[in-house]
Structure formats: structure tokens, C-alpha cells
């Protein structure tokens, strides 16, 4: 059982930056694949990055590649979500999640079990 607090969103100017953090408490950290999802009023939860339990391993989706990169530090228990020239496409809230079967490294919803609770990310002109 693993559980997932994120934080870090907030309000933010059109191509600004602003970065998430999502701690891990219960479970063991390390052996987790660790992803990044948003939610937007009206849509489906989407993936936005995933990166692998060893650390170095990475995925993205389209919409977020060369301006987004996701990172874990294993002493902190932490993945976080760097977030650069954000767009007004970006507001989401944006949810943090942990898989725990280290197979494929997952882009799917369905590919996880743990899930945050979700933060807020608001970009505005």
C-alpha cells in the first residue's frame, strides 16, 4: 500500500514555469513506477509522464514533451513535475500515481494503483 500526497499547484502566468511534488509514504518507495496524470472538467484522466521505478526511464505524452520532465528522488521519496512554458491548455488538476507491479512502464489510468488526491494548476494570461 502506498500513499501519495501531491503539492505545488497553483495559479501561473501563460509560459511560466511552476513544479509539482508528490511525496510517497507507506510501501517501498524505489520499486515503484511513479506517473503523472491530469484531469481536466469534462475529460478523462490523461497521462502526462511516467518515469521508471530505477529512476532513468521516462515517458511523456505528445502534448507535454520538451516542456515538461518528470524526476524522483529516492532519498525523499519524492517524484516531482517540472512544468516549463505552460500553456492555458495545461490547467488540469494534476494527480500523482504509483504502480507498483514494475512491469511496462504504464500510460494508462488502468496501469496504476495508487493514487494522490490531486492539485490544482491554474495558467492564465
Known amino acids: 500500500q502506498a500513499r501519495l500526497v501531491e503539492s505545488g499547484g497553483r495559479l501561473v502566468q501563460t509560459g511560466g514555469s511552476l513544479r509539482l511534488s508528490c511525496e510517497v509514504s507507506e510501501g517501498d518507495f524505489s520499486s515503484l513506477h511513479l506517473g503523472w496524470f491530469r484531469r481536466t472538467p469534462g475529460k478523462e484522466r490523461e497521462f502526462v509522464a511516467a518515469i521508471f521505478y530505477r529512476g532513468g526511464g521516462t515517458r511523456y505524452s505528445d502534448s507535454v514533451k520538451g516542456r515538461f520532465t518528470i524526476s524522483r528522488d529516492n532519498a525523499k521519496k519524492t517524484v516531482y513535475l517540472q512544468m516549463n512554458s505552460l500553456q492555458s491548455e495545461d490547467t488540469a488538476v494534476y494527480y500523482c500515481?504509483?504502480?507498483?507491479?514494475?512491469?511496462?512502464?504504464?500510460?494508462?489510468?488502468?496501469?496504476?494503483?495508487?493514487w494522490g488526491q490531486g492539485t490544482q494548476v491554474t495558467v492564465s494570461s
Open positions: 500515481a504509483a504502480d507498483q507491479r514494475r512491469g511496462h512502464l504504464g500510460v494508462t489510468v488502468s496501469a496504476y494503483q495508487f
